[in-house]
């Protein structure tokens, strides 16, 4: 079991690497210790995401709700025969990850199924489910079993998730829009509803929960700061050229960080928490 364990997490690191290299480099700056439960989580995250946005053609409803009972099963009996499920579910049960967040998370993947727009409640809801619980799953994974420091410093996690989030969805109201027919902004229900008053709005409430997160960065283990501090200045780079944009570029072209202000973001960030140790 032990050699398929490891082939698991192989597994979960190669789906993670292929659909997100910003979010690979992060992990590359982690403690070796930490890199592949992360993968773990991110592999499935990213297959349930697969299922609700490209799987056409298909019961979509159908083929979630398999995964989801699958993983469940993985949960309860320790192993899984899909090496993706098995990695989460290893995961899972070393770090005690509480079922309540894996079941919010396969609750949003729903909501992308059937739902094209969001009440403030249901957009609050998807935001949770779709992303907080991803920063709270891996700060369970960053504090180890340390109860007392994992509870100090949800809000922080949540607040990085949520940030991160609204930056997806402010980067990628082209594609949402014209390929999945989705709009993620609370009470907008067309494409012509999308303004400068609520793409500010966004962006607002985005600035101020990365202000809040970078609070809790600070307080992370020194093992995973780098890592998650390189991330978020990865975010707000984003955040930052998306501000300088009009409604009508968004919705004409998706926004990216270049490979070359990557590097320079690894250099910053590297810097300021490990030699100048302002992080």
Same mark, same amino acid.
């Given at each position: 079991m032990v050699l398929y364990d490891k082939v698991s997490l192989r597994i979960s690191k190669l789906v993670t690497t292929k659909y997100s290299t910003s979010f690979s480099l992060g992990i590359k700056m982690f403690h070796k210790d930490y890199r592949y439960p992360i993968y773990a989580i991110y592999g499935l995250v990213r297959v349930a995401d697969e299922i609700v946005d490209t799987f056409h053609n298909v019961n979509k409803k159908k083929i979630l709700d398999e995964l989801k009972q699958e993983t469940f099963l993985a949960i309860k009996e320790?192993?899984?025969?899909? *090496?993706?499920?098995?990695?989460?579910?290893?995961? !899972?049960?070393?770090?005690?990850?509480?079922?309540?967040?894996?079941? &919010?998370?396969?609750?949003?993947? %729903?909501?992308?199924?059937?739902?094209?727009?969001?009440?403030?409640?249901?957009?609050?809801?998807? !935001?949770?489910?779709? &992303?907080e619980v991803i920063g709270l799953m891996c700060l369970k994974i960053f504090v180890d079993g340390d109860d007392e420091k994992y509870n100090?410093?949800? *809000?922080? &996690?949540?607040?990085?998730?949520? &940030?991160?989030?609204? !930056?997806?969805?402010?980067?990628?109201? #082209?594609?949402?829009l014209y390929e999945r027919k989705r709009i993620y902004i609370p009470d907008v229900h067309q494409e012509i509803?999308?303004?400068? %008053?609520?793409?500010?709005?966004?962006?607002?409430?985005?600035?101020?929960?990365f202000e809040k997160a970078l609070n809790g960065i600070k307080r992370l283990p020194s093992k995973v700061k780098l890592g998650v501090y390189l991330a978020y200045l990865y975010y707000k780079v984003l955040l930052d050229k998306i501000k300088r944009s009009s409604v009508k %570029?968004?919705?004409?072209?998706?926004? #990216?960080?270049?490979?070359f202000i990557k590097l320079i973001l690894m250099f910053r960030a590297f810097v300021e928490v490990r030699v100048l140790r302002l992080i």
């Open positions: 320790g192993m899984s025969t899909n *090496p993706i499920v098995h990695s989460f579910q290893y995961v !899972v049960n070393k770090y005690k990850i509480d079922n309540d967040l894996i079941e &919010a998370f396969f609750h949003s993947m %729903e909501f992308d199924i059937y739902k094209n727009s969001y009440s403030k409640e249901e957009y609050d809801k998807y !935001v949770f489910g779709s &992303a100090s410093l949800k *809000p922080y &996690a949540r607040s990085l998730g949520s &940030a991160f989030q609204k !930056v997806n969805f402010l980067r990628d109201i #082209r594609s949402d509803f999308i303004n400068d %008053e609520n793409k500010k709005k966004l962006e607002s409430e985005t600035e101020k929960e %570029e968004l919705t004409s072209k998706r926004f #990216r960080v270049s490979d």
